[in-house]
Structures are given as structure tokens and as C-alpha cells.
């Protein structure tokens, strides 16, 4: 069945950064888009990134744009998010979610990976 | 971007009782409305698609409706394990985004 696994989450003072991974498996990986989405704590979800399944097409929330960069390795499975110039604001529960096929919404997600941004 | 308004915020309901949730668009989003239950402390789980469409291994208690702006979640039958927030999101237009979210609790 259809795994995602995210790691890379933690604590980083305000302008750091961070690189989340999130590793796939239980389906074909190169077939699909795949996206970031979070949760601020107490709060509801934003969509934060997507790639395409070539990793030609790329979106970002304005929230984030100019400091984040998403990126695929499809030989290794694995999807990841760059996070730079971290704020208060980016602290969240991230997760990796699969695009479904056709539609764009999320038919599975990961467990999630927290990070939070303090001095 | 296309906001999406539920409600109520939250309510309160006995096992058995029939339960519905409201999920409004800011303009119409045809039928590319979908819901996600979060129970607490998990990742979030596509519940339905495309309005009506029951994800697999979706209780037939859930079902969804509605179409342009106005939508509906309905629990038939409440039970415990239904306790969790809910939340709509349209996938009409980039970026696709939620509704603010529906806790359900058991009275």
C-alpha cells in the first residue's frame, strides 16, 4: 500500500533553515504530482507547494515563495522541501501528500513532520 | 483564491444522531469539492471526492452533496470513532484551498 514518510522537521531559530524528505513508496512514484500542505498549530490547512510528476511544473503559496524550494529525485522515491529564511509564521506540521491521479486533491498523506521556528 | 467558508466551527452530538456540515465556496466551484477527516493527533484522510464520492474503505454512514457554491457533508448515523474535525477543499482552481474546519464532538 501507498507509504509516505517525512523526516527533517525539528527546531530553528527565525531566519534558519531546514530540509524536509519524505520518502515514497507502494506506488510508481514518477507517475504522480506530490505536493507539501501544513498545519499551523490550532489552525487549518494551507497548501503550501506542488511539483509535477516530471518536476517541470512548480507552485508556491505566496506565504512562502522566494524562500522555499520543492524538488523530486524519482530514482531515490523521495520528495523534499528547502526551507529557507524561516519565520514564527512557518511553524506547522508539514506533510507530504499524493496528488490524486486526475484532481487535485490529496488521497494520501503522510504522518507529518513538525517544525517549529523560535528563538 | 477561492475561499471556502464552513459551518458550523464546531458541534456536538449524540451517537446516532444525524450530523451535517456546511461548506460554502466564494464562487462557484462546479462539483470539485472534497472532504478530509482529521482525527486528533493524525494526518488528515481524504474522506470524499468530487462531491459524492466515497474514498475506499469510506463508512456509507458519510456521504456528501450540493453543487455551484453551496455543499454538504452528512453523518447518517454518528459514532464514536467519528469524533474528528472536518474539512471541505476545492480542487477547481490553483492553488486549491480549505475551509477553516468542523469539529465534531460526542455529547
Known amino acids: 500500500q501507498v507509504h509516505l514518510v517525512e523526516s527533517g522537521g525539528g527546531l530553528v531559530k527565525p531566519g534558519g533553515s531546514l530540509r524536509l524528505s519524505c520518502a515514497a513508496s507502494?506506488?510508481?512514484?514518477?507517475?504522480?504530482?506530490l505536493s507539501w500542505i501544513r498545519q499551523a498549530p490550532g489552525k487549518g490547512l494551507e497548501w503550501v507547494s506542488y511539483?509535477?510528476?516530471?518536476?517541470?511544473?512548480?507552485y508556491y503559496a505566496d506565504s512562502v515563495k522566494g524562500r522555499f524550494t520543492i524538488s523530486r529525485d524519482n530514482a531515490k522515491n523521495s520528495l523534499y522541501l528547502q526551507m529557507n529564511s524561516l519565520r514564527a509564521e512557518d511553524t506547522a506540521v508539514y506533510y507530504c501528500?499524493?496528488?490524486?491521479?486526475?484532481?487535485?486533491?490529496?488521497?494520501?498523506w503522510g504522518q507529518g513532520t513538525v517544525v517549529t521556528v523560535s528563538s | 483564491d477561492i475561499q471556502m467558508t464552513q459551518s458550523p466551527s464546531s458541534l456536538s452530538a449524540s451517537v446516532g444522531d444525524r450530523v451535517t456540515i456546511t461548506c460554502r465556496a466564494s464562487q462557484s466551484i462546479s462539483d470539485y469539492l472534497n472532504w478530509y477527516q482529521q482525527k486528533p493527533g493524525k494526518a488528515p484522510k481524504l474522506l470524499i471526492y468530487r462531491v459524492s464520492s466515497l474514498q475506499s474503505g469510506v463508512p456509507s454512514r458519510f456521504s456528501g452533496s450540493g453543487s455551484g457554491t453551496g455543499f454538504t457533508l452528512t453523518i447518517s448515523s454518528l459514532q464514536p470513532e467519528d469524533i474528528a474535525s472536518y474539512y471541505c477543499q476545492q480542487s477547481y482552481s490553483i492553488p486549491p484551498t480549505f475551509g477553516q474546519g468542523t469539529k465534531v464532538e460526542i455529547k
Open positions: 501528500v499524493r496528488r490524486y491521479f486526475s484532481g487535485w486533491f490529496a488521497d494520501y
Open positions: 511539483i509535477s510528476s516530471s518536476g517541470t511544473t512548480i
Open positions: 507502494g506506488f510508481t512514484f514518477s507517475d504522480y504530482y
